[in-house]
């Protein structure tokens, strides 16, 4: 067995290890009879057995991509142009046998087609660059070892082709458990590349692979290998990705993969990429992907038995007196349940202040960095000349606007993502921290009181000891228990869970960069193109130069103002959406918390009652029964926490 094929086989048997413990907590449950606690163990069983890596391919068009992509299957599965061709995003999955199906928007089921016509079928229309594709989704299923383990291999489209082929790109991109961002070797982190680094893979650890390495002279590869790894570094730090930078020849990959050659593809460097991005799924990613779920079976767990020891308790009491000490509790119920509902209230208050917060400080930016464009478009790089040519003037002008409108907004984008990793981010951080320290205070006191009307229903003092997790706090416990939480983006790093912080950027920072993207291309264009010309610019010595500096002035002007006009409304958008995605999530999942352990309590209370009615038998049966589940769920409580313990020293 290779070392690859142990770390799988090591990854396996820690996910069916969990997957084991979640099938004997949700037995524990449901003979517990807390419904709650099954619907939530069922949903985080059904994620740990069929969840996937996703495994993304991007890069900018004309990179070698789907070449890359078509090595790897050891075939020409996906298009490959010298312009911009794969349309649409697809997905490799394993499968003995090859198939393909194709996804439409509104398709309910995809549709099943020869996967020799998927090249005809997903390629860009060049002619016409804003025809969509009607398909969404390609799928390919293929007996490609790499996936053979639960991997997805995504191929892109091609950034900084056409606008629509980045949202698709970026809007799969936050899924994603592993980059390959492809680049040319011999021209290595273009500006475009670079942009893209910073803005939308900070939070991952791309595989730098630079394809084209075959046709760099055998005394210049020393000089591009190090010139490319110092540009990377440059940009992310010394030692970040020091293991992660592949030099390929992704042609003959494909024909050595195709000739079934071994030994030739090793020597194409794509090899080595498999190898490493295979020991990067089953060790880091693994970790992090069964972490958040084995902790939260853990947490459902711990409150089933916490549970437990009041119930014994109140199967020793005499029925009339629960019957007393149950009629007593139900004031100190309802105060219990006026706290809960505070502090769910409470938690709203502090999501619509921090998203008050976020919309204030983002619309105060942009509305500021709009002084800035018509700066900005005065800088702005462009490839295409006016001419004098006047029959050809409108379409030239046209032409020279959309570039200076489209690098003016790329720089303007770019200024919005770095103001907002650098300044936004830090505030919202520390808003979180507060937040936490405020929750845990209001979560300590509910946990008190609703300990204490157990006290009061059994007359025992510390029976529910037993289940308690007391090395979590109470918001940790909270949103990583009954609710089914998984501690990863911003709400777990607000608790301070392992890698939660890495994880939020994955879809924090995206998400703001990606809204900058609202209006900055200005209106009127053709209008702006239609009054220089009629204005006779084009006329005379030094004509080209007037007209190109008149429209730089005019675009940033219109940038200018239309960004002004538009930070409000775009503010107030980015910051719902960041409500929406990280605090309401933690809001429900808190509120359902406090909702179980009192739903919780009040199935016991008529468990007991119930069972004390129906005579002794029917009390030294139902006692023998919990004491039975609390063995059980003590062992998973153990069980899951050296697995928690295995998985952190990965």
Known sequence: M??????????AEQRLRLAEMCRRTEKAAEQIGNNGAVRDVTALLERIENEAFHVMVVGDFNRGKSTFVNALLGDRVLPVKAVPATAVITEVRFGESPAARLWTADAAEPEAVDPDRLIELITVNNASADERSPYVKAEVVWPLELCRHNVVLIDSPGLNAYETHDDITLTHLSKADAVIFLQHAIAPMSISESTFLKKYLSAHDPFFVFTYFDAIDDHERDDVTASARR???DLRGEDRDRSRFFFVDGKSALRARMAEDDEAFRRTGVE???????????????????????RSVRGVARELRRNIPSELQMLEAESGDL???WAAAQQ???????????????IRNETRALQDRVETLLGGFLAAVADEAPLVAQDVEITTKLGLNLLKAKVRAQQVAEEIAGGTAKAMEEKVALWVGESLKPVIEQDLERLAERMNAELTSFEAALEKL???????????????GREDEPLTKFLAGLGGFVLSGPAGALVGARFGAKEALRTFLPAFAIGAAWALTPFGLPVLVAALIGQGLFQGKGAGERVEKKMREEIGRAMATQLRLAAPKEAQKAARA????????????????????IEEL??????ARQVLDQGEEAVERRRGELNRLDGLLGRADDEIGDLVAELTRM
């Not at 070392?3 to 090591?10: H, L, Q, R």
């Open 272 to 294: 080595a990429v498999e190898r490493e991005l295979e020991r990067y799924l089953v060790t880091e990613r693994h970790k992090v992907k069964l972490l958040a779920p084995a």
């Open 323 to 325: 019957e007393r000490n």
């Open 2 to 11: 290779t070392t690859v094929e142990g770390g799988y086989a090591a990854a």
């Open 332 to 346: 100190p119920l309802r105060e219990l349940e006026a706290q809960a509902q505070q502090i769910t209230l409470d």
């Open 602 to 607: 009040t199935r016991s209370v008529a468990s």
């Open 454 to 468: 157990r006290i009061d229903l059994h007359g025992a003092s510390g029976a529910a000891d037993a289940g308690e």
């Open 578 to 597: 960041f409500a929406a995605d990280t605090m309401e999530p933690m809001q429900r999942e808190i509120t359902q918390g406090m909702s179980f352990r």
């Open 231 to 233: 540009r990377v570094t």
